[in-house]
Nanobody, 120 residues
Framework: QVQLVESGGDLVQSGGSLRISCVASGISFSIYDGGWYRRTPGKPGNQREL??????????NYADAVKGRFTISRDNAKNTLYLQMNNLKPDDTAVYYC???????????WGQGTQVTVSS
């Protein structure tokens, strides 16, 4: 059974930093592309927004809203995905979800989410 478990969400002040983690089990972690999404309550459409991706080969890309402030990384030995968030803003307040995706088998696994709240 595949499980993705996020942790590290917290309440932080504007300008602060936070690192959230996602530990995977029951999956060949290293062959999957990793991603972090977030969902902001009250945002029109209430959609989950892709903010960072790291491919199995290590290439990364970011949404414009977080570029230069957030860093996605992975530790294949620990089956863990990370998101380092610096210079946090109140607009970053959201539930953050990790994903592992395989385009080859058209499968995406999701974590349960972790709450990040940034106070002004």
């Amino acid at each position: 059974q595949v499980q993705l478990v996020e942790s590290g969400g917290d309440l932080v002040q504007s300008g602060g930093s936070l690192r959230i983690s996602c530990v995977a089990s029951g999956i060949s972690f290293s062959i999957y592309d990793g991603g972090w999404y977030r969902r902001t309550p009250g945002k029109p459409g209430n959609q989950r927004e892709l903010i960072a991706r790291i491919f199995s080969g290590g290439t990364t890309n970011y949404a414009d809203a977080v570029k230069g402030r957030f860093t996605i990384s992975r530790d294949n030995a620990k089956n863990t995905l990370y998101l380092q968030m610096n210079n946090l803003k109140p607009d970053d307040t959201a539930v953050y979800y990790c994903t592992l995706q395989s385009t080859a088998i058209r499968t995406t696994y999701w974590g349960q989410g972790t709450q990040v709240t940034v106070s002004s």
